[in-house]
């Protein structure tokens, strides 16, 4: 069993803030921001809601309420997409494999967790999706099977993307986080 760790979610050096983690251990999974202008994503901070029900703009800065996002992992259909440095270590995973996703959480009105890293879930994966050795035909049934990713939002961001489709049954979003690590000093 092999296993890739990724940090993912909203962050400070993205958009200054982090997603909150509750007094129970539950937490929201905040994407980051788009930052492809041309997106057809609709999904804001300001008119998505998060689990709880409480829009994802009432934890974050003001400024960003109107953002739209980058859903990216997303635990929908299970995929995740990348087609930068990471690529490469992406296609060498094989079904099976785990694709773990952790993120930079605050606690939110408590002092039971703290700011840390929490692992926030996984898929198994099902399947290697390399963008580059798709027909055109191939093509098209990806995009009508994970039309729920970020990056096939975006009308030009395939080129070299390597995407990771988690088996349905076999990956998941936690409901509580696990802490990965300690509170800097």
Do not use: C
């Not at 995740?80 to 606690?107: I, W």
Request: zero cysteines.
């Amino acid at each position: 069993m092999k296993a890739m760790l990724l940090r993912v979610g909203i962050d400070k050096g993205s958009d200054n803030a982090l997603a909150p983690i509750f007094e129970d251990g539950t937490f929201e999974y905040i994407p980051i921001s788009e930052v492809d202008p041309d997106s057809r994503e609709n999904r804001t901070y300001k008119n998505t809601l998060g689990r709880n029900g409480t829009p994802f703009a009432h934890y974050l800065p003001k400024k960003i309420w109107n953002r739209k996002m980058h859903f990216d992992p997303e635990f929908e259909t299970f995929t995740y997409g990348d087609s930068t440095s990471k690529r490469n270590s992406l296609l060498k995973l094989e079904k099976g494999y785990f694709l773990v996703f952790y993120a930079g959480l605050t606690p939110y009105k408590h002092d039971k967790y703290e700011e840390a890293l929490y692992i926030i879930g996984y898929f198994t994966v099902d399947n290697v999706i390399d963008f580059n050795q798709l027909s055109k035909k191939d093509l098209g049934e990806i995009y009508k099977l994970y039309a729920n990713n970020a990056h096939l939002k975006r009308i030009s961001d395939i080129q070299d993307l390597v995407m990771i489709a988690g088996d349905k049954k076999r990956s998941k979003l936690f409901e509580k986080a696990i802490l990965i690590s300690e509170k800097e000093t």
